[in-house]
């Protein structure tokens, strides 16, 4: 019952939150709703002219992506790129203005002609712009285009009448020689050629706008749209989108000219904005965590309760002289473990990205970081994991100096370097792979520099300031006395020897996260948009319930077994969370996604590692916080002899 009361008054506590945002009509600068309205009436608070621009090409069939002019596409060189903060060039995102101009009128265009692109296949840069532009078509590569903050949607029709909208639309299809339609080829009979590439070279884009409470101050954007069409023109002067489609055939040779095109009309909608990006619940996650989350507190509750009145009822008893069950290992409960070192330094990189993670996630739940301010979320965490080297110090420091530590000079240096270090350094090699393929997610030299020079000159600072007070701090007072012999630990059952326990104490974890995991892996592979953090700042808070009370069990199971090596057990029980995440991520590579290319398959997994790693700390120092608070005070209630 405890649980289910902390897990309502976090809601509470979000829907007030939401409600004071949209009360006070708050909006971050460069975020609030843009108006618009016909041009003879644009002023300083509309525009006329609504922005088009475009992003990145990627594809749910390799990791790489490519910038908009990779593919030879028309582009606009009078204006200028937009500016891109760190978060968006982590996330290889590349923003450029578009040819496509789309202005606020109450008609409907006529197809606009944009340019003409033409190679001779005679000739090898031509030849070779060709193929890349066919492999992108191969590959099923997606345009991404923004409008006023929001992804152009394509919608196309599926099964039992229904629509299904993507936050992008492909270059191409193509059909094979056996005559099978690969991918979009199969919304369109017409392409029906053997061995042949068919080119999206027309869009007919939708704006729908809602008009504000005062009509005068013009209309705001709900939603943009469009359907990719394929059309060979045969007058550029006047295109009228007729004709057969647009072919490329695998082996032709010669001359080809392909027009690019497109039309605008806009339609009034009656919902706004806010509902039609509020719309996503999963409520069936939240029946799990809830369910299990309260089954471990139920469990644990009823065990401790009754034990503790039992050894505190056989104390009062004057003949009771026989100690058994934890109370035993009192003397050796808080001896310093093995490797006390590596677990101090866990202990201060896992306290770091807790921070770190619980920030971040905070913010995104109130909207400060919301999707529309593109690459907030990245920039926020990074900024956050340099401004925490502090208490990462402080922590290894202090927890190293209770285990009875005197190299204090290696603690700090591992501190600052062994757990960044391993990600830096998986994260350059990827970075390398990235320049060999000429990708657009590839750092530039000057960013990576950057990096370097927040972790070195920030962050490591920090850190050492921290261990300074770590260890100028006297060591943390354990409420019982250690022996100076170690008592010989009996055999143990199977599931209190380490291994099974450790295996069976991530699965409770796991199980609360699963559900939003697929959406956090679609969101990252299957670059799909990712807006609810509200309910994953709920799920954040389970999980950190579930991690500590599924630790908690175990250890109290492990120390009436007289088994007192809880200090890596406890962080291992919860850490081991993060194998059943690599698991569950080898499982969605193989099962949902397409990715071909050897390329690809490292960049995946050796993305996959670094989160691995990071949630392997962050939940491990969880484990061990918990345990740690639970045997200092239950050695502190219970008297012991």
Known sequence: MVVFHRVRVVIL??????????????????????????????????DSTIELFV??????????????????????????????????????ERIEPSPYKVYYTMFLYEEEYVCLKSYNTEKTEDKAKLEFLKKGMLLNYQHHWIVDNMPVTWCYDVEDNQKFCNPGFPIGCYVTDTGRAKDACVVNADFNDKDTFYIFNHVDITIFYHMVENEAAGARLVAAKLEPKSYKHTNLEKPDCTGPPMSLGNKFNGDIKIPY?????????????????????????????????GMVAMIMLRTLHKDIARYNQMDSVEDAQEEFGWKLVHGDVFRPPRKGMLLSVFLGSGTQIFIMTFVTLFFACLGFLSPANRGALMTCAVVLWVLLGTPAGYVAARYYKSFGGEKWKTNVLLTAFLCPGVVFADFFVMNLI??????????????????????????????????YFGFKKSGIEHPVRTNQIPRQIPEQSFYTKPLPGIVMGGILPFGCIFIQLFFI?????????????????????????????????????????EDYHWQWRSFLTSGFTAVYFLVYAIHYFFSKLQISGLASTILYFGYTMIMALIFFLFTGTIGFFACFWFVTKIYSVVKVD
């Open 13 to 46: 506590l979000l829907f007030v939150c939401g409600s004071l945002r949209d009360a006070l009509s708050f909006y971050l600068p460069g975020l609030a709703p843009v108006s618009f309205c016909e041009k003879e009436e644009s002023d300083k608070n509309s």
């Open 434 to 467: 990235l320049w060999g393929e000429g990708s657009s997610a590839a750092m530039p030299f000057g960013t990576l520099v950057a990096i370097l020079a927040l972790w070195f000159c920030i962050s490591v600072p920090l850190t050492f300031i921290g261990a």
């Open 55 to 92: 992003n990145r090409l990627d594809s749910v069939e390799s990791v790489l992506p490519y910038e908009y002019t990779a593919f030879d596409f028309c582009a606009d060189q009078s204006e200028k790129r937009p500016s891109e903060n760190l978060g968006q060039v982590l996330f290889g």
């Open 261 to 293: 095109t497109y039309s605008v009309k806009k339609k009034r909608s009656l919902v706004s904005r806010y509902v039609l990006f509020s719309a996503a619940s999963i409520m069936n996650s939240l029946v799990i965590v809830l369910f299990l989350s």
């Open 521 to 561: 892996l679609n969101s990252i592979w299957s670059h799909q948009m990712y807006y609810m953090f509200g309910f994953l700042f709920l799920v954040f808070i389970i999980l950190l319930i579930t991690c500590s009370e599924a630790t908690i069990l175990l250890c109290y199971f492990h120390l009436c077994a």
